[in-house]
């Protein structure tokens, strides 16, 4: 054993084999939040693509099942914890690894920030729906609560948060599901032929809303992070990532559809809408179903940042491991088997930041936080879909499939990419991509220093150490 090995401290254990298939998915749809996008996300993609929605959300979802595909190849080969951070470094090297574990962090971590401050808002409209406005919390005391609700059920148990995002989700897509149904009955028909016009097709329109509609998916690969608690890896971890895309792309795209067709085709309220889902039950005479549409926002975004906790802890769990962070993120909690400083750490971050966000406006707040998020995401997406195809030649199992689907990933991350930054957004969203390359910045300068201080600490990336 080389001096070098014994340097790398023997690897942590989390919780083996402790989820089930549902239970990975769980994680992965929490992430995503899909009962999210009728309450809010959709009102972008609507306002950009009109009428033709829906197909913007069918072509987001292929491609995104593409990506899929790639992380799904990578995660039957390399069922690891670090996941996007391994898969990228010991392909490209320790620097891209350090690259991708530092933006998939920031992503999971401002998503989590991002939904505790539309919470806020949820809960605030929930409240004053029911006549309760005088009941509505000082922002600092929700998010005090919010987190500290979120940190304890990532730190108890892995199975206990995965199943509570899994259900907390379910029950609030349902909601939603019965009360679209109920406007789509008064309405009398499900048929509507405007959305299927040459007018509503058009290329254009369609394809400048991609870029948003990317958006609704993000998180649907974080079942990856929990792969070594995940019982037969190799097969679970590509199903769920799989399952998860197609699962909320399919929502995305019924649910598109429909409230387009309950706004009677007035995409231009709903495009400019913050309320787009409690507008349409207004619009269908159903005020009362307002207040349960913010619940069940409320509770989706409960889960969604719950699982991004748990997905960036992880993270951090496997860099801490290789030391790219503290030791103390790569340690485990003897009884509950979680990463509990990296749980303590991710929640404290989240908490902090959102509260130093109270002196912007809930909505601004959040799509700032959200769209630096995105970013991150959209690094190691564009990275993973380079990867997948050389970890499978060096494993001689490439395929010509192989090949298409790596570089059809790679197109569709580089076109988002393309669309996030040009036409240039308007103040201070112009700043943001700046922002993150800033953040990217601190990461590579801290590799530097880490490479002369202790070189040692990056050998351990080019091994598997979490068997």
Known sequence: MSAVTRDI??????????????ETIGQSVANI???LTPALNIAVVAGLAGTGTWLSYLISTIGLLFVAVNIGSLAKRHPLAGSYFVYIGRTLGPLAGMVAGWSIIAAYLFTAIAVTVSSEIFLGDMLTSFGLKAMVPPGWLFDLVFCAIVGVAAYSDVRLSS??????EGFSVLLIVIITGVV????????????FSAESLKPGPVMSALAFAVFSFVGFESAATLAKEARDPTRTVPLA??????????FFVVIAYLMVLGMGDDTKTLGSSASPFADLTARAGLTWAAGIVYFAALISSFACALASVNAASRMMFSMGRYQFLHRSMGMVHAKHQTPH??????????????LLLLRFEPLDAFGYTGTFATFGFLVVYLLICVVSPIDARRAGKLTPTGIGVGVIGVALMGFVIFG???????????????????????????????RARAPQALAGIQHDLEG
Do not use: C, E
């Open 184 to 195: 789509i009955a008064k309405n009398g028909s499900i048929v509507d032929h405007v959305q």
């Open 163 to 168: 199943r509570m995002g899994l259900i907390m």
């Open 241 to 250: 990532v799989t399952m998860s895309a197609g699962i909320a792309g399919l």
């Open 9 to 22: 401290p023997p690897p942590a254990q989390l919780r083996s084999g402790s989820l089930s298939l549902v």
């Open 33 to 35: 939040s899909p009962t």
């Open 341 to 354: 400083f990296a749980v303590i750490a991710s929640t404290v971050f989240t908490l902090v930041v959102s």
């Open 420 to 450: 996030s930054l040009y036409p240039v957004p308007p103040y201070p969203y112009n700043l943001l991509p700046y922002l993150f390359g800033a953040y990217l910045l601190i990461g590579i300068v801290w590799f530097a220093i880490l």
